[in-house]
């Protein structure tokens, strides 16, 4: 049976700044951040060049600490991982929040105690449930209140103020990388982190439908799902609304 247990990895946390978005920063993760800059600087449609402004080397599980970040900057989210605060300000969030967190005893257990505490307690999982339910009344669309009460089912909190559910199965269950699913008034769009985007887009195509229109993006590959019978077929290639062992 497939595990479900999140890998962790090393790497940085950063912040990119935008030489011409200059009020518009970038927060991710990745094991070069300075490759991460260059490389956003010349995809095709990108304005501006991105820079490094400020970075943080994780020992153990810098995703985790990314999410944190964004738990941190959520009053000024934009869009995926895109915020509108000046540059100093969010400098000086990053850098407490490194202060803040404390690193468990046992390196094994590669834990961010200061995410678990702000997304893990009784009273943020509540709050989320309401949350999510003003989300599922502002569809129309069955499959999509579906989806959100699927995912709320299995205790997935996810983030109902960026409208996501943050890795709804890794790559130990899929084989081909992490899920993200995003929700949207009419249709729900899903990330997929891959180990080969080839593989990903043919596996997406042979489980969902050849009609769905898998795309490029910087963490992956995505597609939509915009109608019940394209739901219905992820639903059981998931087994969402299944906790997974």
Sequence with gaps: MASNIKKTKAGFVYILANSINTDVIKVGEANNAEERAELLSRQTGSMGEYSVIWKHKIEDDNQSVEKALHYKLREYHLNKEYFKI??????????????????????????VEAFKKDNNSKEYKLASKTEW???????????????????????????????????????AFTTIGGFDLYVMNQHLRVGVTF?????????????????????DWEGGVTFIISNQKEFNAMKRWLRLGQKQS
Excluded at 142 to 167: D, H, T
Excluded at 195 to 215: E, F, M
């Design 86 to 111: 000046d540059k100093k300000k969010a400098i000086k969030i990053a850098a407490q929040l490194m202060k803040d967190i404390k690193p468990l005893k046992n390196p094994k257990a590669k834990r």
């Design 133 to 171: 339910k003003e989300v599922s009344r502002a569809t129309s669309k069955e499959f999509i209140k579906e989806a959100i009460m699927l995912c709320l089912k299995e205790g997935k909190v996810g983030q109902p103020q960026y409208r996501r559910f943050s890795a709804i199965r890794n790559s």
């Design 195 to 215: 180990d080969s985007k080839v593989k990903a887009k043919k596996l997406i195509k042979a489980k969902i439908g050849s009609q769905v229109n898998t795309k």
